[in-house]
């Protein structure tokens, strides 16, 4: 199904890398990573996807944010791994040279659109562990608008994973409660 090997040298990275983050709830952001890559094994998992492409899909749920929200670079990771997974990782990560934060999403898809499907999955399986209850303090235009994020992310990438798109899907439609 995929290599364990793969899998413990991604995950221990990642947690080097993320080793000082918390996710809102206050946990180590690994349980964030852990949560996307749980998402994606699973989705490996059902459509019976081949060894490679698997160790892809799920190195790059492991390291999905490394470029975004550490001092990890593309470089790095092209080093350390594979020019796959480095262009994975960085066509998942926002670029934050762009101003608003439809630009960077608008280019985040255009670049995902241009990798294979199990880097794709990675978007649909981070959008789905991001769907849960959201924080306290945010507005109802902001949960609204990520609620709009969510169906443009899946509109564009539904076509990367049935079983993924089908369970975003109930996670936009369950996160609606939460939207006046």
Not at 33 to 54: F, L, N, Q, R
Not at 152 to 179: D, H, P, T
Request: hydrophobic residues 35%.
């Amino acid at each position: 199904m995929f290599s364990q090997d793969v899998y413990i040298k991604a995950l221990e990275y990642a947690a080097l890398a993320h080793a000082e983050q918390k996710t809102p709830k206050n946990l180590p952001y690994l349980a964030h990573v852990v949560s996307v890559t749980m998402e994606v094994i699973h989705a490996c998992e059902k459509s019976k996807m081949d060894e490679d492409k698997a160790n892809l899909a799920i190195s790059c749920a492991l390291l999905h944010d490394t470029i975004e929200d550490t001092k990890i670079t593309y470089d790095d990771l092209y080093v350390d791994f594979s020019e796959a997974i480095a262009n994975g990782v960085e066509a998942l990560s926002k670029d934050k040279s762009l101003q608003s934060k439809q630009e960077q999403m608008k280019k985040s898809i255009e670049m995902l659109l241009e990798q294979p499907y199990e880097v794709q999955m990675v978007k649909l399986a981070d959008r789905i562990t991001n769907l849960s209850t959201p924080p306290k303090h945010w507005e109802n235009d902001k949960k609204k608008a990520y609620l709009k994020e969510a169906s443009f992310i899946l509109s564009c990438l539904k076509n990367s994973n049935i079983y993924l798109s089908v369970r975003l899907e109930e996670k936009i439609e369950n996160y609606k409660q939460y939207c006046n």
